[in-house]
């Protein structure tokens, strides 16, 4: 069905019937002209926002609606994990050209939908436009967090240990290949299984935020700082450099890497550490705490969420400034840069 044929409200009614739940904090939603939500009498609020554009984000010739809208949301859930917050109600926003139907829209929000229902959240309203040419998608996200397990990029100390979850690369690997499918030649390099292809490719169209784990460093309490991977490790520890003030040493050894990942990357003449040093949208969590809460914060997550944790390096004074050691011991200027928009 054309998007004319129903118009802008007629949309935001089919919309509204798809994402609306029940639920006592919101006194208004889609369909006022601004939502409504009762707010806590204690705590603090989280706001974060992105925006996704077609080919800078997303493409469509890779990527689902349902894929481009479980995603778009998953990048706001891990910013609110990423504080150690929840999140509660989302705003999004899209600009639509006319090439798009009004089920792809629907399927968009599908997307979205079973993010919000998988972490108990809302999805309370937003603006649809028309768009001359690309589709954006843009979310804002509204979470909370009690101000004693609030956790910024700010708090790092000397002597901390750098800890990341789950393994790094497997999003950029996927996008690699995907972007290769269809394209692909006969290589003499080794061929990849069905599995290793899905592992990764899944790992970038419907990567999963670390929200519990996030929920249970911080209500440990001894979490100094914490960034979720969504520039590659290398500009997310540099983004936690800058706003504590400090330098850091990672050990290239350490940090983790999937098999597929290295496979894919051997596949495509890469590097898996290159990967995930620069590749980006893992999603997974990097944090810092002191070496004696270290071992006790890893074992809770693992033990309760199954997601391991590994330590990849420390925090060290800012005048030493931030290196990458090589198994050898070499000691080489960590280049902190991720993507890049400008």
């Not at 006194?27 to 974060?48: E, F, M, W, Y």
């Not at 789950?166 to 394209?183: C, E, F, R």
């Not at 990849?192 to 790992?203: F, G, K, N």
């Not at 940090?255 to 040093?277: E, M, W």
Request: charged share 25%.
């Amino acid at each position: 069905m054309r998007l004319e044929r129903i118009g802008e409200f007629g949309l935001i009614a089919r919309l509204k019937d798809k994402v609306c739940r029940p639920n006592q904090r919101v006194v208004a939603g889609i369909g006022d002209d601004a939502a409504a939500v009762r707010v806590p009498s204690k705590g603090l609020l989280l706001l974060t926002a992105d925006v996704l554009v077609e080919d800078v984000h997303f493409n469509r010739r890779i990527q689902t609606f349902w894929q481009i809208g479980w995603r778009a949301l998953v990048a706001n859930v891990s910013d609110i994990a990423a504080m150690g917050g929840v999140p509660k109600h989302a705003l999004v926003s899209i600009c639509l050209p006319k090439t798009v139907s009004v089920e792809q829209v629907e399927e968009l929000y599908d997307g979205m939908q079973a993010v919000a229902d998988e972490h108990h959240f809302q999805i309370i309203g937003g603006d649809t436009v028309s768009s001359p040419r690309d589709l954006v998608v843009s979310v804002s996200l509204c979470g909370e967090v009690e101000e004693r397990e609030l956790i910024t990029r700010g708090g790092a100390r000397v002597g901390d240990l750098i800890c990341v979850t789950g393994d790094l690369g497997g999003s950029q690997a996927g996008l690699a290949m995907l972007q290769l499918s269809g394209t692909r030649k006969k290589s003499h390099r080794a061929s990849l299984s069905a599995e290793q292809w899905s592992a990764v490719r899944d790992r970038h169209l419907r990567p999963q935020p670390r929200l519990y784990e996030a929920r249970l460093l911080a209500q440990e309490g001894s979490v100094h700082a914490m960034i979720d991977v969504s520039d590659g490790l290398a500009g997310d520890v540099g983004h936690i450099a800058r706003e504590s003030g400090v330098g850091m040493e990672i050990l290239e050894e350490k940090i983790p890497i999937g098999s597929q990942t290295h496979r894919v990357a051997r596949y495509l003449g890469k590097s898996g550490l290159d990967f995930a040093l620069h590749g980006g949208e893992d999603f997974e969590l990097i944090f810092t705490l002191s070496p004696v809460d270290a071992r006790r914060a890893a074992e809770k997550v693992r033990g309760e969420t199954g997601t391991p944790v590994s330590v990849i390096g420390k925090i060290l004074p800012a005048q030493e400034g931030s290196v990458l050691v090589s198994p050898q011991g070499k000691r080489n200027p960590l280049i902190i840069e991720g993507y890049r928009h400008f």
